[in-house]
Structures are given as C-alpha cells and as structure tokens.
C-alpha cells in the first residue's frame, strides 16, 4: 500500500512539474511573441533603415535579424535600435549588404562630401580611402568621439561593407588617467545625465578607459561608451560592461 502510494506521489509530482515546465514555455514563448513585434515595429519605423526579406526570430530574449540593406551602417544602426528593445536580451544580426555598383571613386567622394558637411571635420580634414568596398579613415581628430562619429558617417553611405578607423586622437596624453577617470565617472554615475549602470567601475591606462558593470539594455551599455569617449583625453575605451 506505502508503495503504491509513493508512486502516485511521484506521478503527482511528475504531472505537476511537467505543467510547470508548459507554462513556463509557453510564458517564455508569449514574451518572444511580445519582443518580436517590438523589433518590427520599431525596425519598419526607422526611415533611416531599409531592409529586404526582412527577418526576425526571437528566442528566449536573443533577435535573430536577416535579409539585405544598404550598408553596414545601416546593420550597425539596426543594432542600436534593437538593443534599446525592453526585453531584449542579445541580437544575433545576420543583415547582409547589397551589392553596389558604386565604383570606388564614387564612394570616396561621397564619404568626403559627408565628412565635410560637419564642421568639425572641416577644420581638421580627414583622409578617405577606398579599396572595392572597404573605406579607411586617416589623420586626427581632436576627440575620441569624433573618430567615432567618422566612422559612421563613411559607414552609412550606400555600399560600404567595411570601415577601417585610423584616426588618431590629437589629445592622447593631454590628461592624465586620474582627471579621466573622475570625469567619466561623474558623467555615468550622475542620474541627471545618465546613472543607469549598476555596479560601475572605470580604470583608465594612457588614454584607455575600461568600464565594467551591469546594463538593463544594449542601448544603456553603448551609450555609456559613446557618453565615454566624448571626454576630453580619453582615446579608446573597452567594454566589459554585461547585461543583466
């Protein structure tokens, strides 16, 4: 009889934990539904982004992006919007670029003609390259942000499918690592000006300055680093801050 019963309990527990297990899936499945109609609405919402065959998969919080757009830029930006997704957890971008018949004069001219449209740029003019589809970036600029931002802009221009960055930051070595980092931390620790990550720590070595931390999104943790290398002196910065 006590046998008999065990084994009912057991087929109980069975029964109950199997339940457990399908509603949890199908709780999990729902939220994937959820985040998957955030990405397309978002996506097809962004003038700036044209996608082809769009694709998306969502599985437990990751985004599975395909199909084909203009440049990488335009995978890059997909990214960012993706990452600022409530929700999401990853994103696995497999947008592939369109072939261009865009010779590579045209190219040079048009990543020229952008960087020149900023002032910044005008004034310390940086030099373009371009092998096939492969855009190179040389000369100086006078922030770390400023070689980020031209770098975007030579990745947005319709059939590039590579910036290669060798901009160097004229500031390098201007200030020293302790004034970097108390303003980098003032910055992302201040709720007025940003203050979303959580457990924050900032080292800096000659230029470098290396975060680490925990992000609610992909979008916090980025703009923490963009929000970095607008700081004067900073050169680079490594990104070790993780979701959570």
């Given at each position: 009889m006590?046998?008999?019963r065990?084994?009912?309990?057991a ?16 709780a999990?499945?729902?939220e ?6 955030r ?9 700036n ?5 769009f ?37 696995r971008?497999?947008?592939q670029?369109?072939?261009?018949d ?10 020229s ?21 492969e855009?190179?970036l ?7 942000l ?10 947005e221009?319709?059939?590039?499918t ?11 070595g ?12 003032s910055?992302?620790t ?10 924050l ?35 680079g ?7 959570g």
């Amino acid at each position: 009889m006590n046998a008999r019963r065990r084994l009912r309990g057991a087929w109980a527990l069975t029964v109950l934990l199997t339940i457990g297990t399908l509603g949890a899936a199908r709780a999990d499945s729902g939220e994937d539904d959820r985040i998957r109609q955030r990405v397309e609405a978002r996506l097809v919402g962004q003038v700036n982004v044209h996608i082809e065959s769009f694709g998306i998969q969502v599985q437990e919080g990751i985004v599975h992006l395909t199909g084909f757009v203009d440049s990488v830029g335009e995978k890059n930006r997909a990214d960012r919007v993706v990452g600022g997704i409530v929700g999401v957890r990853g994103i696995r971008n497999d947008l592939q670029i369109r072939a261009s018949d865009q010779s590579e004069l045209s190219i040079t001219q048009e990543v020229s003609r952008r960087l020149d449209s900023r002032t910044r740029f005008r004034k310390t003019p940086v030099q373009v390259t371009v092998s096939g589809t492969e855009v190179t970036l040389s000369g100086a600029v006078e922030r770390a942000l400023d070689r980020l931002d031209a770098e975007e802009i030579a990745a947005e221009v319709p059939g590039v499918t590579k910036v290669i960055n060798s901009l160097q930051v004229r500031s390098e070595g201007s200030v020293t690592p302790e004034v970097i980092r108390s303003r980098v931390t003032s910055i992302l620790t201040n709720p007025l000006t940003f203050g979303v990550i959580r457990n924050l720590q900032v080292a800096v070595e000659q230029g470098t300055v290396t975060l680490s931390g925990t992000a609610a999104r992909e979008s916090d943790r980025l703009q923490a680093e963009r929000l970095t290398l607008g700081v004067p002196g900073v050169v680079g910065v490594i990104n070790l801050i993780t979701l959570g």
